[in-house]
């Protein structure tokens, strides 16, 4: 049987508590990865949250209500009826109301189908709240550990660790962090950055930018910054708006452009947030200066050509860059040069001058110095474009992407990354 033919037969179900029309990075992301994987052949169902408002979608089954308990049956009835080859599990304990009852499905998903394998897929190393829940809830969790094994489950992943085939990460940091509670999971973890979760857009002549900055409301003349990405608090926006602030006053061509909705999951000590932000330049007095576009719909190309009609893009988050930032990805492969708040722990495809300027997070000043350096610095602007094309090209492929997942959930050997190797270089772990 040949390799096509093979995955044609193959059969995986991917499980996702986030879905499109859902407005959320992990929502677009599993989106793009259920459909790569169709794509390849593979016959995928997706099983996600009831109530999302699906259209013409026959693979997605939108029938989990709340991800309690009470859904288990249900979600082990599919998997017992349909015994699928693999489960795809996208897993950060927000979109499954940080309910714990998932967290122990590797382990139940073998007892009603022992030859499925189960890859989780982290989008965060984010647990779910189990001390949070009720306590008829938090009762049913200690019966569940209990009857899955009790040695090496941990309190906020359950079995997901400890019991999944293999384990996939979004960044060298989330390895990190998963080592802390299960040491051993370091042998299952292979690391596939999510690649640009946008549509790419074919229009990329001179016309098309030209016209494109114009319905933005921009001239040639003037000098495009981009944030690109979902606003909400840690993502800096209130740092990056009064860096520019600062930046427009001596450099009174520059515009910045703000492209990206708000998140769905709510921030209720800052319920104004997108308000108060929207309203800051007015206040400040270069409202005219700043752009927001709003969300965009996942299969339109619009977001793409905003990126291409800009010039620069700056990344302010609280928490600094990470591999993880799907934004970055669709960044780098539009070639734009990069200004992006540093990370306690830098990932080593990140170099300094070469794909990425650094400036520390939460300090407008020296976020406006290095805007600065790089608007004022043709040949630096030229250089980080160029690296962060590059560094796309290495990382954040979706056919490598696809490669690596279909080859885990298949059992095979994935290809990885090691940290001593050189960037681009890859080898099986």
């Not at 259209?55 to 308990?69: A, G, L």
């Not at 427009?248 to 319920?271: M, T």
Request: aromatic share 10%; hydrophobic share 40%.
């Amino acid at each position: 049987m040949g390799i096509e033919q093979a995955q044609q037969s193959f059969r995986v179900e991917v499980i996702s508590g986030a879905y499109p029309p859902m407005k959320a990075g992990e929502a677009d992301h599993c989106y793009r990865i259920a459909a790569q994987l169709a794509d390849r052949g593979v016959h995928v169902e997706v099983v996600t949250t009831a109530g999302l408002k699906l259209s013409d979608q026959e693979r997605v089954r939108s029938e989990i209500r709340d991800w309690s308990w009470w859904d288990l049956p249900l979600l082990l009835w599919r998997v017992w009826r349909s015994k699928p080859h693999a489960v795809l599990l996208y897993y950060i304990g927000w979109i499954y109301n940080d309910h714990p009852m998932i967290t122990f499905f590797p382990s139940l998903c073998k007892m009603v189908s022992r030859k499925t394998r189960v890859v989780t897929m982290f989008a965060y190393p984010m647990g779910s709240k189990a001390g949070g829940q009720a306590l008829l809830s938090r009762a049913l969790r200690k019966a569940m550990q209990w009857g899955v094994g009790a040695q090496g489950v941990d309190y906020a992943y359950g079995t997901l660790l400890r019991d999944s085939d293999a384990v996939i990460v979004m960044s060298q940091r989330h390895q990190r962090l998963l080592s802390e509670s299960d040491p051993s999971v370091a042998a299952k973890c292979t690391l596939v950055p999510p690649p640009p979760l946008l549509k790419m857009t074919t229009r990329t002549d001179q016309g098309t930018r030209s016209a494109t900055r114009a319905q933005l409301g921009f001239s040639a003349e003037q000098l495009v910054l981009v944030y690109f990405g979902l606003i909400y608090p840690p993502k800096g926006i209130e740092t990056l708006l009064k860096a520019f602030h600062m930046v427009s006053r001596v450099r009174p061509q520059a515009r910045l452009l703000l492209v990206g909705g708000v998140v769905a999951h709510e921030y209720p000590d800052r319920p104004r947030f997108a308000e108060e932000m929207r309203a800051m330049p007015e206040r400040l007095g270069f409202g005219d200066k700043v752009v927001w576009t709003g969300e965009f719909e996942t299969e339109s190309d619009e977001a793409s050509r905003f990126l291409y009609a800009s010039d620069m893009c700056v990344f302010s988050h609280d928490l600094g860059l990470y591999l993880n930032n799907s934004s970055f990805a669709a960044v780098a492969a539009h070639g734009l040069p990069v200004v992006a708040t540093k990370a306690e722990m830098v990932e080593s495809p990140f170099v300094e001058g070469v794909n990425v300027l650094w400036c520390p997070p939460k300090s407008p000043d020296e976020m406006a110095a290095a805007m600065l350096r790089v608007i004022d610095d043709l040949g630096l602007r030229q250089q980080l474009g160029e690296g962060a094309r590059q560094l796309a090209s290495n990382w954040f492929s979706w056919d490598a992407a696809t490669d690596r997942t279909m080859a885990l959930l298949q059992g095979q050997s994935a290809v990885g990354t090691r940290k001593d190797k050189r960037l681009g270089e890859h080898q099986a772990v």
